[in-house]
């Protein structure tokens, strides 16, 4: 089986709390069941002994629903205290809104303690938990992630919190949980658990500028980026936020309507887990979405020729 | 008389009717394809095609996907003529023009993927199946 996305592989405690709770109704609501359909078969035998009815409708209609229930009750309140405190108190925290239909995940760096901000990955420290600070820039989403945690909804005007903790390092895959559009069936993304050290590489290397254009084939697609006009939707950080043409390096506008592109050629997969990331899917992607995630705001680019689009696709890839 | 009525066939020809139909239906399914690529496993190939994510432009057919359309429709590139258009579809113009699609068609959209020759051979004999 697959355990890039299972609640039945949990990897942190919360997860498994939740993967035990499963397991424990899955039996024991069996195991009642199977005890159910003998008496029926005992009470349908052509020559059934006579029953005392209070036994039954006193001991199986009450008493044992309320020993069972109660049990229950005490166990799982037990439990549930164990789960992660749902706070933001000593964890790192991680802004994720959601939109239709992708993610934008943004970070503080610790060194210039400005904004960083991409897409469709969250990035964690293995170990340790953390906060995200979750909302919603359109329609409710919810975000789900079966092997670390439970679900939580995304509201658009406020914040709502979950913790996660990966206790063991890996990739899991995860997606929305509240039907939002069109296309909610491809809003998935992934986190990424990550030892410390490489965590806190992986933060100061997001934290840079986009990685220059330093062949031609490589300037011909930052300039067709930049003539197709895709900053009116995307940022890519030392490129569409700076104005060359003016002598001072003015910061200008930059756009949040699409995901920032300044690192994309990092990222596993593109349009939000419906593609794996490569110059292919890139340039494909770029020509029509449409085809590929019909109802994307993001609009078809037919008007390129071919070695043009290679070379946008291929400067987006380099973006690492 | 009713015309649809009819004798049952004696138990032994039905039995040896169903053993032929059994027989004919295993050899077509056992029946290997010969691939039209040296060195090419279509299945292999079709594996490969999904893993590239071949999908994101073409239409394939037997292959899971997006079925984008930057590219043209792939369901009858065993029995076209041509690649891309322009080049006569031999095996080795698919296998050239799968590993390196700019260098064998210049200004085509199709990027080099980084295809490697016995990926592009597989991907190749896949190519020639669909028909």
Same mark, same amino acid.
């Given at each position: ?12 405690? =919360? ?61 799982? #309140? ?30 503080? =760096? ?24 979750? #909302? ?11 092997? *670390? ?28 949980? &509240? ?18 050290? &490489? ?17 031609? !084939? ?7 980026? !930049? ?76 008007? *390129? =020729?071919? &070695? ?8 987006? &890839?380099?973006?690492? | ?57 073409? @239409? ?22 041509? /690649?891309?258009?322009? /080049? ?8 050239? @023009? ?27 004999? @896949? ?5």
């Amino acid at each position: 089986m697959n355990d890039l996305q299972s609640v039945l592989h949990p990897a942190g405690a =919360d997860a498994a709390i939740i993967h035990q709770f499963s397991w424990v109704l899955f039996v024991g609501g069996t195991v009642i069941f199977l005890f159910v359909m003998a008496l029926l078969a005992l009470a349908m035998r052509a020559r059934a002994r006579p029953i005392r009815p209070a036994i039954w409708i006193f001991g199986a209609g009450i008493v044992f629903p309320v020993v069972v229930l109660t049990a229950l009750l005490t166990w799982s #309140t037990w439990r549930s205290a164990q789960l992660a405190p749902q706070s933001s108190h000593g964890a790192m925290t991680i802004s994720v809104t959601g939109k239709m239909w992708w993610w934008e995940v943004r970070y503080r =760096d610790p060194a210039s303690n400005r904004e960083i901000i991409t897409a469709n990955e969250i990035h964690i420290p293995v170990g340790e938990s953390v906060y995200l600070g979750m #909302t919603a820039s359109d329609v409710i989403h919810s975000l789900w992630v079966p092997a *670390l945690a439970g679900k939580r909804d995304m509201i658009p005007g406020r914040v709502t919190g979950l913790t996660l903790r990966a206790d063991k390092p890996g990739v899991y895959r995860g997606q929305c949980a &509240e039907y939002c559009g069109e296309q909610h069936a491809r809003m998935a993304f992934h986190v990424i658990a990550l030892p410390r050290a &490489e965590f806190d590489a992986w933060l100061a290397r997001q934290a840079q500028p986009a990685l220059p254009a330093d062949t031609t !084939l490589l300037q011909r697609g930052r300039d067709a980026f !930049l003539a197709q006009q895709c900053q009116a939707c995307h940022t890519i950080r030392g490129v569409t936020d700076v104005a060359p043409h003016l002598d001072e390096n003015r910061i200008v506008d930059t756009s949040r309507l699409g995901p920032d592109l300044t690192h994309i050629g990092s990222r596993r997969e593109i349009a939000a887990g419906t593609l794996r990331n490569h110059r292919g899917t890139l340039a494909g992607w770029i020509a029509d979405p449409q085809a590929i995630k019909p109802g994307v705001f993001m609009p078809p680019t037919p008007d *390129l =020729d071919g &070695e043009t689009l290679r070379a946008m696709a291929t400067y987006l &890839e380099h973006l690492k | 008389m009713n015309i649809c009525q009819y004798d049952r066939p004696h138990p032994a020809w039905r039995a040896g009717a169903l053993l032929l139909c059994a027989v004919l239906a295993s050899a077509c399914g056992s029946q290997k394809n010969p691939s039209r690529v040296e060195g090419g496993d279509p299945e292999r190939g079709r594996l490969l095609t999904q893993q590239y994510q071949c999908a994101a432009c073409h @239409f394939i057919p037997e292959v899971q996907g997006t079925n984008g359309d930057a590219g043209p429709s792939l369901k009858y590139m065993g029995r076209l003529s041509y /690649i891309a258009g322009s /080049i006569p579809n031999q095996p080795d113009n698919m296998v050239r @023009f799968l590993q390196n699609p700019p260098a064998v068609k210049p200004g085509t959209l199709m990027p080099a993927l980084g295809v490697s020759e016995q990926e592009a051979r597989h991907m190749a004999a @896949f190519m020639y199946t669909l028909k």
